[in-house]
T-cell receptor, first 111, second 112 residues
């Protein structure tokens, strides 16, 4: 079975632009979560979606938004990019209440 | 306010010996704890977990111990192998949802 997939793998943007990151969960998993990992730190929770509804939101500005589609895939959108948004963005999927399985991440560089 | 802390940024161990990675937490609402391993350019890989109602969980070479009164958990790897060299993250989930709070990670180096 395929694991969690994310696209693109790498992305370079300039300040002020917006970006869309995509995630496909493991087949059968209905919950998707997004995390931001800055170099040298642990992943930090951004959003969780379950059955297309937002179930949790971390301490991130409104420039960050997400959605989940009927096939349970998800998009993370970031507007008005700042240099500090440069990070590895991780998507994780899970069956409700159980372990989260992570994708390989999207490396975003903001210049 | 770091609710999950891994105070050792790095650990070096000889192959065949025991590796002990530590994690402390402050939030009493955490009810489930997980360890993940991360290689460069990959996402974290789930290793082992433990519920707050247990004090030990074992899976092969990996054992996690939970001391609720001390709000401390540890991951033991016995015997350590060079392939275990990676960054290890401790994570905790609170009983209000599925969100994970991660520690800052410990880089484990297992020397042949």
């Amino acid at each position: 079975d395929a694991g969690v997939t994310q696209s693109p793998t790498h992305l370079i943007k300039t300040r002020g632009q917006h970006v869309t990151l995509r995630c496909s969960p493991i087949s059968g998993h209905k919950s998707v979560s997004w995390y931001q990992q800055v170099l040298g730190q642990g992943p930090q929770f951004i959003f969780q979606y379950y059955e297309k509804e937002e179930r949790g939101r971390g301490n991130f500005p409104d420039r960050f938004s997400a959605r989940q589609f009927p096939n349970y895939s998800s998009e993370l959108n970031v507007n008005a990019l700042l240099l500090g948004d440069s990070a590895l963005y991780l998507c994780a999927s899970s069956l409700v209440g159980l372990e989260q399985f992570f994708g390989p991440g999207t490396r975003l560089t903001v210049l | 306010d770091q609710q999950v802390k891994q105070n050792s940024p790095s650990l070096s161990v000889q192959e065949g010996r025991i590796s002990i990675l530590n994690c402390d937490y402050t939030n009493s609402m955490f009810d489930y704890f997980l360890w993940y391993k991360k290689y460069p350019a990959e996402g974290p890989t789930f290793l082992i977990s433990i519920s707050s109602i247990k004090d030990k969980n074992e899976d092969g070479r990996f054992t996690v111990f939970l001391n609720k009164s001390a709000k401390h958990l540890s991951l033991h790897i016995v015997p350590s192998q060079p392939g275990d060299s990676a960054v290890y993250f401790c994570a905790a989930r609170d009983n209000a949802g599925n969100m994970l709070t991660f520690g800052g990670g410990t880089r484990l180096m297992v020397k042949p």
